[in-house]
Protein backbone atom coordinates (compact mmCIF):
# COMPACT_ATOMS: atom_id res chain seq x y z
CA UNK A 1 0.00 0.00 0.00
CA UNK A 2 1.46 3.50 -0.76
CA UNK A 3 2.13 5.85 1.70
CA UNK A 4 2.43 9.31 1.51
CA UNK A 5 6.15 10.74 0.98
CA UNK A 6 5.61 13.44 3.90
CA UNK A 7 4.97 10.51 5.91
CA UNK A 8 8.59 8.88 4.50
CA UNK A 9 10.50 11.47 4.23
CA UNK A 10 10.12 12.52 8.16
CA UNK A 11 11.18 9.32 9.39
CA UNK A 12 14.04 9.90 7.24
CA UNK A 13 14.76 13.35 7.98
CA UNK A 14 14.25 12.17 12.40
CA UNK A 15 16.73 9.47 11.64
CA UNK A 16 19.27 10.81 9.44
CA UNK A 17 18.77 8.84 5.62
CA UNK A 18 17.70 9.76 2.64
CA UNK A 19 15.20 8.37 0.63
CA UNK A 20 15.50 7.53 -3.29
CA UNK A 21 12.62 8.52 -5.54
CA UNK A 22 13.27 6.81 -8.71
CA UNK A 23 11.20 7.66 -11.86
CA UNK A 24 9.34 4.50 -13.64
CA UNK A 25 8.48 4.39 -17.41
CA UNK A 26 7.81 1.11 -18.42
CA UNK A 27 7.24 -2.58 -16.92
CA UNK A 28 10.73 -3.53 -16.52
CA UNK A 29 11.94 -0.25 -14.68
CA UNK A 30 9.33 -0.41 -12.16
CA UNK A 31 9.67 -4.35 -11.33
CA UNK A 32 13.37 -3.34 -11.29
CA UNK A 33 12.55 -0.60 -8.48
CA UNK A 34 10.41 -2.45 -6.55
CA UNK A 35 12.69 -5.32 -6.57
CA UNK A 36 15.93 -3.22 -5.21
CA UNK A 37 13.61 -1.56 -2.69
CA UNK A 38 12.62 -5.32 -1.19
CA UNK A 39 16.69 -6.74 -1.72
CA UNK A 40 17.80 -3.44 0.37
CA UNK A 41 14.54 -2.96 2.46
CA UNK A 42 14.49 0.13 2.21
CA UNK A 43 11.63 2.81 1.92
CA UNK A 44 11.29 4.21 -1.81
CA UNK A 45 9.42 6.29 -3.48
CA UNK A 46 8.18 5.57 -6.91
CA UNK A 47 7.76 8.60 -9.66
CA UNK A 48 6.61 9.03 -12.82
CA UNK A 49 6.93 12.05 -15.12
CA UNK A 50 4.37 13.91 -16.62
CA UNK A 51 6.46 13.50 -19.99
CA UNK A 52 5.69 9.67 -19.61
CA UNK A 53 2.69 10.75 -21.59
CA UNK A 54 4.38 10.72 -24.59
CA UNK A 55 5.46 7.02 -24.16
CA UNK A 56 2.80 5.55 -22.27
CA UNK A 57 -0.81 6.46 -21.17
CA UNK A 58 -0.44 6.93 -17.50
CA UNK A 59 -3.46 4.53 -16.40
CA UNK A 60 -1.46 1.81 -17.74
CA UNK A 61 1.42 2.27 -16.26
CA UNK A 62 -0.14 3.18 -12.56
CA UNK A 63 -2.23 0.01 -13.15
CA UNK A 64 1.55 -2.12 -13.24
CA UNK A 65 2.95 -0.23 -10.17
CA UNK A 66 -0.37 -0.99 -8.13
CA UNK A 67 -0.08 -4.63 -8.79
CA UNK A 68 3.66 -4.68 -8.11
CA UNK A 69 3.12 -2.23 -5.21
CA UNK A 70 0.42 -4.89 -3.46
CA UNK A 71 2.96 -7.74 -2.86
CA UNK A 72 5.38 -4.78 -1.61
CA UNK A 73 6.51 -5.69 2.21
CA UNK A 74 8.59 -1.85 2.31
CA UNK A 75 6.68 1.57 3.01
CA UNK A 76 7.06 3.16 -0.82
CA UNK A 77 4.83 6.29 -2.00
CA UNK A 78 3.20 6.98 -5.54
CA UNK A 79 4.26 10.28 -6.83
CA UNK A 80 4.10 12.22 -9.87
CA UNK A 81 7.59 14.34 -10.99
CA UNK A 82 7.17 17.56 -12.15
CA UNK A 83 3.73 17.88 -12.99
CA UNK A 84 3.60 21.63 -14.96
CA UNK A 85 0.18 22.34 -14.68
CA UNK A 86 -2.92 22.44 -12.38
CA UNK A 87 -4.39 19.99 -15.02
CA UNK A 88 -2.32 17.48 -15.32
CA UNK A 89 -1.78 16.77 -11.74
CA UNK A 90 -5.39 16.76 -11.11
CA UNK A 91 -4.89 13.83 -13.69
CA UNK A 92 -2.57 12.30 -11.56
CA UNK A 93 -4.53 12.75 -8.69
CA UNK A 94 -7.16 10.77 -10.11
CA UNK A 95 -5.16 7.70 -10.75
CA UNK A 96 -4.10 7.57 -6.86
CA UNK A 97 -0.83 9.37 -6.28
CA UNK A 98 0.31 10.19 -2.67
CA UNK A 99 2.53 12.64 -3.72
CA UNK A 100 2.82 15.09 -6.42
CA UNK A 101 5.07 17.61 -7.51
CA UNK A 102 3.65 20.94 -9.05
CA UNK A 103 7.00 22.63 -10.73
CA UNK A 104 5.72 26.18 -11.03
CA UNK A 105 9.48 27.15 -11.64
CA UNK A 106 8.71 26.92 -15.45
CA UNK A 107 5.88 26.79 -18.01
CA UNK A 108 3.84 23.99 -19.69
CA UNK A 109 6.89 23.57 -22.78
CA UNK A 110 8.97 22.89 -19.24
CA UNK A 111 11.42 25.68 -20.44
CA UNK A 112 10.44 29.19 -20.28
CA UNK A 113 10.66 30.26 -16.56
CA UNK A 114 7.34 31.32 -15.01
CA UNK A 115 7.59 34.57 -12.77
CA UNK A 116 7.66 34.42 -9.22
CA UNK A 117 4.14 35.35 -8.65
CA UNK A 118 3.23 32.98 -11.30
CA UNK A 119 5.07 29.81 -9.25
CA UNK A 120 3.10 30.81 -6.25
CA UNK A 121 -0.34 31.08 -7.70
CA UNK A 122 -0.53 27.26 -9.32
CA UNK A 123 1.15 26.23 -6.69
CA UNK A 124 -1.27 27.18 -4.14
CA UNK A 125 -3.89 25.57 -6.40
CA UNK A 126 -2.59 22.49 -6.19
CA UNK A 127 -1.75 22.42 -2.56
CA UNK A 128 -5.42 23.51 -1.54
CA UNK A 129 -6.14 20.99 -4.25
CA UNK A 130 -4.21 18.07 -2.60
CA UNK A 131 -4.20 19.23 0.85
CA UNK A 132 -8.12 18.10 0.97
CA UNK A 133 -7.18 14.36 0.23
CA UNK A 134 -4.12 14.29 1.96
CA UNK A 135 -1.83 14.43 -0.74
CA UNK A 136 1.97 15.41 -0.08
CA UNK A 137 2.87 18.20 -2.60
CA UNK A 138 6.47 19.40 -3.68
CA UNK A 139 6.93 22.53 -4.78
CA UNK A 140 10.26 23.88 -6.46
CA UNK A 141 12.06 27.49 -6.39
CA UNK A 142 15.42 28.57 -8.47
CA UNK A 143 16.25 26.81 -11.43
CA UNK A 144 18.21 23.40 -11.44
CA UNK A 145 21.21 23.89 -13.37
CA UNK A 146 25.03 23.32 -13.03
CA UNK A 147 27.16 26.06 -11.94
CA UNK A 148 30.81 26.76 -11.59
CA UNK A 149 32.08 28.19 -8.31
CA UNK A 150 31.06 31.76 -8.28
CA UNK A 151 28.61 31.63 -10.66
CA UNK A 152 25.85 30.53 -8.15
CA UNK A 153 23.01 33.40 -9.62
CA UNK A 154 20.78 30.50 -10.87
CA UNK A 155 20.74 28.84 -6.92
CA UNK A 156 17.75 28.50 -4.77
CA UNK A 157 18.04 32.22 -2.98
CA UNK A 158 17.29 31.37 1.15
CA UNK A 159 15.33 34.77 1.02
CA UNK A 160 12.91 33.49 -1.68
CA UNK A 161 12.40 29.64 -0.49
CA UNK A 162 11.53 31.49 2.79
CA UNK A 163 9.11 33.75 1.84
CA UNK A 164 7.87 30.57 -1.52
CA UNK A 165 7.18 28.37 1.44
CA UNK A 166 5.28 30.69 3.76
CA UNK A 167 3.11 31.82 0.46
CA UNK A 168 2.61 28.37 -0.76
CA UNK A 169 2.38 25.87 2.27
CA UNK A 170 4.61 22.97 0.34
CA UNK A 171 5.53 19.97 2.67
CA UNK A 172 8.80 19.38 0.41
CA UNK A 173 11.07 22.17 -1.30
CA UNK A 174 13.26 21.08 -4.11
CA UNK A 175 16.11 23.75 -4.11
CA UNK A 176 18.55 24.25 -7.07
CA UNK A 177 21.70 23.75 -5.65
CA UNK A 178 23.98 22.80 -8.49
CA UNK A 179 22.34 19.83 -9.35
CA UNK A 180 20.98 18.79 -13.21
CA UNK A 181 19.27 16.93 -14.65
CA UNK A 182 21.25 14.30 -16.70
CA UNK A 183 24.83 13.62 -17.02
CA UNK A 184 27.29 16.47 -15.82
CA UNK A 185 30.00 17.58 -17.66
CA UNK A 186 33.03 17.75 -15.63
CA UNK A 187 32.68 17.62 -11.89
CA UNK A 188 29.62 18.81 -10.70
CA UNK A 189 30.14 21.56 -8.02
CA UNK A 190 27.41 21.67 -5.38
CA UNK A 191 26.55 24.16 -3.39
CA UNK A 192 26.53 22.69 0.14
CA UNK A 193 26.72 26.02 1.80
CA UNK A 194 23.50 27.29 0.26
CA UNK A 195 21.97 24.00 1.63
CA UNK A 196 23.06 24.64 5.16
CA UNK A 197 21.43 28.31 4.43
CA UNK A 198 18.44 26.73 3.17
CA UNK A 199 18.05 24.55 5.86
CA UNK A 200 18.95 27.17 8.63
CA UNK A 201 15.92 29.77 7.38
CA UNK A 202 13.14 26.90 6.65
CA UNK A 203 11.69 23.87 8.29
CA UNK A 204 10.46 21.93 5.13
CA UNK A 205 11.91 18.72 3.78
CA UNK A 206 14.37 19.60 0.89
CA UNK A 207 14.66 17.30 -2.28
CA UNK A 208 17.99 17.26 -4.59
CA UNK A 209 16.89 16.64 -8.30
CA UNK A 210 19.18 15.45 -10.99
CA UNK A 211 20.91 12.89 -7.94
CA UNK A 212 22.52 11.35 -10.95
CA UNK A 213 26.68 11.75 -11.14
CA UNK A 214 26.26 13.42 -8.12
CA UNK A 215 29.52 12.08 -5.90
CA UNK A 216 28.58 10.05 -3.44
CA UNK A 217 30.36 11.97 -0.68
CA UNK A 218 28.25 15.14 -1.99
CA UNK A 219 24.64 13.38 -1.29
CA UNK A 220 25.98 11.76 1.76
CA UNK A 221 26.87 15.85 3.14
CA UNK A 222 23.95 16.98 1.49
CA UNK A 223 21.36 14.25 3.39
CA UNK A 224 23.58 15.38 6.92
CA UNK A 225 23.02 19.06 5.83
CA UNK A 226 19.23 19.06 5.67
CA UNK A 227 18.94 16.98 1.95
CA UNK A 228 16.10 13.84 2.34
CA UNK A 229 15.11 13.02 -0.96
CA UNK A 230 16.96 12.68 -3.98
CA UNK A 231 15.65 11.71 -7.50
CA UNK A 232 17.45 9.96 -9.69
CA UNK A 233 16.43 8.51 -13.28
CA UNK A 234 19.46 8.86 -15.84
CA UNK A 235 21.46 6.59 -13.50
CA UNK A 236 18.99 3.30 -14.13
CA UNK A 237 18.97 4.73 -17.96
CA UNK A 238 22.98 4.20 -17.94
CA UNK A 239 22.60 0.94 -16.22
CA UNK A 240 20.10 0.11 -18.91
CA UNK A 241 21.90 0.92 -21.82
CA UNK A 242 25.12 -0.07 -20.86
CA UNK A 243 23.49 -3.84 -20.24
CA UNK A 244 21.60 -3.38 -23.75
CA UNK A 245 24.90 -2.34 -25.52
CA UNK A 246 26.24 -5.80 -24.10
CA UNK A 247 23.67 -8.09 -25.15
CA UNK A 248 23.26 -6.62 -28.59
CA UNK A 249 26.88 -7.21 -29.09
CA UNK A 250 26.49 -10.81 -28.09
CA UNK A 251 23.65 -11.08 -29.76
CA UNK A 252 25.39 -9.83 -33.19
CA UNK A 253 28.28 -12.89 -32.66
CA UNK A 254 25.33 -15.22 -31.94
CA UNK A 255 23.35 -14.36 -35.25
CA UNK A 256 26.72 -14.35 -37.04
CA UNK A 257 27.67 -18.13 -35.66
CA UNK A 258 23.91 -18.90 -36.58
CA UNK A 259 24.55 -17.66 -40.22
CA UNK A 260 27.88 -19.53 -40.78
CA UNK A 261 26.17 -23.15 -39.56
CA UNK A 262 23.00 -22.74 -41.42
CA UNK A 263 21.00 -22.46 -37.97
CA UNK A 264 18.10 -20.05 -37.70
CA UNK A 265 18.24 -17.33 -35.76
CA UNK A 266 16.44 -16.88 -32.28
CA UNK A 267 14.69 -13.83 -31.66
CA UNK A 268 13.50 -13.17 -28.18
CA UNK A 269 13.57 -9.87 -26.80
CA UNK A 270 13.67 -11.16 -23.30
CA UNK A 271 17.12 -11.83 -23.45
CA UNK A 272 18.00 -8.31 -23.86
CA UNK A 273 15.31 -7.32 -21.34
CA UNK A 274 15.92 -9.68 -18.61
CA UNK A 275 19.90 -8.50 -17.88
CA UNK A 276 18.76 -4.72 -18.84
CA UNK A 277 16.05 -4.72 -16.04
CA UNK A 278 18.61 -6.30 -13.60
CA UNK A 279 21.31 -4.02 -14.13
CA UNK A 280 18.52 -0.97 -13.14
CA UNK A 281 17.91 -2.70 -10.37
CA UNK A 282 21.72 -3.04 -9.09
CA UNK A 283 22.40 0.11 -9.91
CA UNK A 284 18.80 1.56 -7.33
CA UNK A 285 20.55 -1.02 -5.00
CA UNK A 286 23.77 0.79 -4.98
CA UNK A 287 21.96 4.25 -4.40
CA UNK A 288 19.77 2.63 -1.45
CA UNK A 289 22.93 2.10 0.05
CA UNK A 290 24.69 5.12 -0.83
CA UNK A 291 21.15 7.24 0.71
CA UNK A 292 21.58 4.71 4.39
CA UNK A 293 18.19 4.23 3.61
CA UNK A 294 18.90 0.28 2.78
CA UNK A 295 17.85 -1.94 6.25
CA UNK A 296 15.44 1.34 7.11
CA UNK A 297 12.08 -0.36 6.30
P1 LIG B 1 18.68 12.54 -13.04
O1 LIG B 1 18.09 12.09 -14.34
O2 LIG B 1 19.83 13.46 -13.23
O3 LIG B 1 18.98 11.40 -12.13
O4 LIG B 1 17.56 13.43 -12.32
C1 LIG B 1 16.33 12.85 -11.97
C2 LIG B 1 15.38 13.88 -11.49
O5 LIG B 1 15.75 14.85 -10.87
C3 LIG B 1 13.95 13.66 -11.78
O6 LIG B 1 13.17 14.73 -11.36
Known sequence: MFVTSKELLEKARAERYGVGAFNVINMESAQALFDAAQKERSPFICQIT?????????????????????????????????????????????LGMTSVMIDGSLQKDGKTPRTYEENIEVTRKVVEAARAIGVTVEGEIGRLGQVATGKEDILTDPDEAETFLKDTGVDLLAIAIGTKHGVFK?????????????????????????????????????????????????????????SIF????????????????????????????????????????????????????
Not at 189 to 203: G, M, S, V, Y
Not at 267 to 294: N, Q, W
Open 50 to 94: ETTLKYTRPEELVAIVKVLSERCTVPHALHLDHGRTFETVMQFLR
Open 186 to 242: GKPFIAHDRIREIRKRIPTILVMHGGTGVPDEDVQQGIKEGISKINIDTEMRIAFYN
Open 246 to 297: ATVDEMKKEFEQADKKGDVRSYDVRKMLTPAREAMTAAICGRMRIFASSGKA
